[in-house]
C-alpha cells in the first residue's frame, strides 16, 4: 500500500508542470513580466486610453462646428402649357450646381458647459482609476509571488514529517517484530504515515495551483524562486498611529478618489440634463454658391449668397422626457454618495486590518520561531524516548504533527507580514514599485525550484544521506 500511494503521488506532482517552466525569476522579474502580459492590467490601460477622450469630446460641442456641403442637380422640364407665346412648347435639361459652407457657433448653452464640467471631473476619475490598476497589480503579483512560496514551505514541511513518520513505521515495525511494541502502535503509525501522504498529495495539489497563479498573470511559469532569508527584517508601521494611516487613505486611495471623481460627475450629469429646459444660443454664417446652366424660361446663372444669424432655440416640450432624465440623473447621484461611503466603509476596514496584520505579525513571527524550534527538541526527545520504552508511539507521532503545524504557521506569519505591509500601503495609496523593491532586497535565501519532482528528488537524496 505504501509503495503504490506513493507512485499516486508522483504522478499527481508530475502532471501540469514541465510544459510551462520558465527561467527563474525573483518578486521585481516576476512583476516586470506582469506589466508586458498581465490581461487584467492591460486592459485597465486601454480602458484609460478610451475614458479620458471624453474631455475632447466635450471641448468639441464648445468649438466651432464647420460643414461644407456640395451638389449637383440634373433638371429636366418640358412644357405642357404656356399663356407665354415665346414659350408654348419645347422641353430642355440642364444642372445646377450648388456649394455651401456653414459655421456654427455656440454662444450659449448652459447643458454645454455642465458637460465640459462633467467631463473634467471625469478625467480626474479615470486618472485615479488607472492608479487603482497599476497599484493592484503590484498587490497580485506579490500575493501570487508569496502564495507560491508559502505553499512550497507547506509541501518541504509535510514531505519532512511524511519522511519521519515512515522512520518511525519501519522502527515500529522492526520492534514489532522483536516483540518490544504492541501492535496497535505499528497501525497508529501506519495510519499516521498513510494520512501525511495524502495530505502531502493534497499540498502538492495547492502548491501546482499556486503556480498557476503566476502563471496567470504573467503567461509564463518559472522554473525558480528566490525564497525569504532566515534573517527578516520587520518594523512597526511609521507612524504607530492607526488614525493617522486611516486619514491618509481617506485623502488618497485611488479608489476613494475615484469615487469623489465619480460623484461630481454625477452632480454634473443633472445640470447637464436641466439644460435641456433652457433656450440656447447659436450663431450661424453660411456662404453658399449656387450656378445653373440655363433652363426654359431664361439663361443660365450664378448666385452668391452669404447669411449671418443668431438663432434663440427655446425647448416648450418634449413629453416629459427631460424631466424624466433629470429625475433619472437624481437617483443617480444618490447612488453615488452611497458608493463612495461603501469604499470609504471598505477601505477603512482594509486599514485598520492591514496596520493590526502588520503590528501582530513582528511578535507572532517571533513566537512561531522559538515554538518550531522548541517542537523540534521535542520531537527528537520523544522519539529517543519512544526508543527506550519510556514515551508511547502516539506521543511521538503527535509531536511530528505539531512540528509540521508549527512550520506551516511560521512560514505564514513571516509571510503575511509581508503582504500586510503591502496591503497597509495599498490601502492608503501609496504603494508603488519602489516598495517592490524594497520587499525584493528582503528575498536573500537561495534559488529554489518549483519542479516539484526535481524537489522530491533532491529531498529523497538528502534524507538517504542522513541514513
Known amino acids: 500500500m505504501k509503495k503504490q500511494l506513493t507512485h499516486i503521488k508522483r504522478s499527481v506532482l508530475v502532471i501540469g508542470l514541465t510544459p510551462f517552466f520558465a527561467q527563474a525569476e525573483n518578486l521585481l522579474q516576476v512583476y ?82 455642465a458637460y465640459f464640467k462633467q467631463a473634467k471631473e471625469d478625467v480626474k476619475r479615470v486618472a485615479a482609476e488607472l492608479e487603482d490598476v497599476k497599484q493592484e497589480l503590484l498587490m497580485r503579483v506579490a500575493e501570487a509571488y508569496f502564495n507560491v512560496l508559502k505553499k512550497r514551505d507547506n509541501y518541504l514541511g509535510i514531505h519532512a514529517e511524511v519522511t519521519a513518520l515512515e522512520k518511525h513505521f519501519e522502527l515500529v515495525e522492526l520492534q514489532v517484530k522483536n516483540g518490544l511494541a504492541r501492535t496497535t502502535d505499528l497501525l497508529d503509525s501506519e495510519a499516521r504515515f498513510l494520512q501525511a501522504q495524502a495530505r502531502e498529495i493534497e499540498i502538492s ?17 518559472p522554473r525558480s524562486l528566490v525564497t525569504l532569508g532566515e534573517e527578516m527584517p520587520m518594523a512597526e508601521p511609521e507612524p504607530y498611529q492607526v488614525d493617522a494611516w486611516l486619514e491618509n487613505a ?23 440634463q436641466q439644460g435641456g429646459h433652457y433656450p440656447t444660443f447659436d450663431f450661424v454664417f453660411t456662404q453658399n454658391n449656387s450656378e445653373t446652366d440655363g433652363s426654359l424660361f431664361g439663361g443660365g446663372s450664378e448666385v452668391d449668397t452669404q447669411t449671418f444669424m443668431v438663432q434663440m ?47 501582530s505579525a513582528i511578535s507572532k513571527v517571533n513566537a512561531l520561531q522559538k515554538s518550531v524550534e522548541a517542537y523540534e527538541l521535542a520531537v527528537d526527545v520523544k522519539q529517543q524516548s519512544f526508543e527506550s520504552g519510556v514515551a508511547s508511539s502516539v506521543t511521538v507521532l503527535d509531536a511530528v504533527r505539531d512540528l509540521f503545524i508549527a512550520r506551516t504557521e511560521y512560514s505564514a506569519a513571516r509571510y503575511d507580514y509581508l ?46 544521506a542522513l541514513r
Open 32 to 113: 516586470q513580466q506582469a506589466l508586458e502580459n498581465d490581461p487584467v492590467y492591460r486592459a485597465g490601460i486601454y480602458q484609460h486610453q478610451a475614458d479620458i477622450e471624453i474631455y475632447d469630446q466635450a471641448m468639441a460641442v464648445l468649438l466651432p462646428t464647420i460643414k461644407f456641403d456640395a451638389s449637383r442637380t440634373e433638371t429636366k422640364q418640358e412644357i405642357v402649357s404656356s399663356d407665354n407665346s415665346v414659350y408654348n412648347t419645347g422641353s430642355t435639361s440642364y444642372p445646377t450646381d450648388e456649394l455651401s459652407l456653414s459655421v456654427t457657433q455656440s454662444i450659449y448653452s448652459y447643458s454645454n458647459w
Open 250 to 272: 481617506q485623502q488618497n486611495n485611488p479608489m476613494i478618489l475615484a469615487k469623489r471623481g465619480a460623484l461630481a460627475s454625477a452632480r454634473e450629469e443633472i445640470r447637464r
Open 205 to 221: 495539489n495547492n502548491l501546482q495551483d499556486a503556480l498557476q497563479g503566476i502563471h496567470e498573470i504573467t503567461g509564463s511559469l
Open 313 to 359: 432655440t427655446l425647448p416648450l416640450y418634449a413629453g416629459g422626457a427631460v424631466s424624466s432624465k433629470v429625475r433619472e440623473t437624481e437617483s443617480l447621484y444618490n447612488k453615488s454618495k452611497d458608493e463612495l461611503e461603501l469604499s470609504w466603509r471598505e477601505t477603512n476596514r482594509e486599514t485598520r486590518a492591514a496596520f493590526t496584520g502588520v503590528t
Open 419 to 464: 503582504l500586510n505591509n503591502l496591503r497597509l500601503k495599498r490601502a492608503v495609496g501609496t504603494l508603488n514599485e519602489l516598495d517592490m523593491q524594497q520587499i525584493n532586497s528582503a528575498l536573500l535565501g537561495e534559488d529554489v525550484s518549483t519542479d516539484i519532482q526535481a524537489m522530491e528528488s533532491k529531498l529523497e537524496s538528502e534524507s538517504l
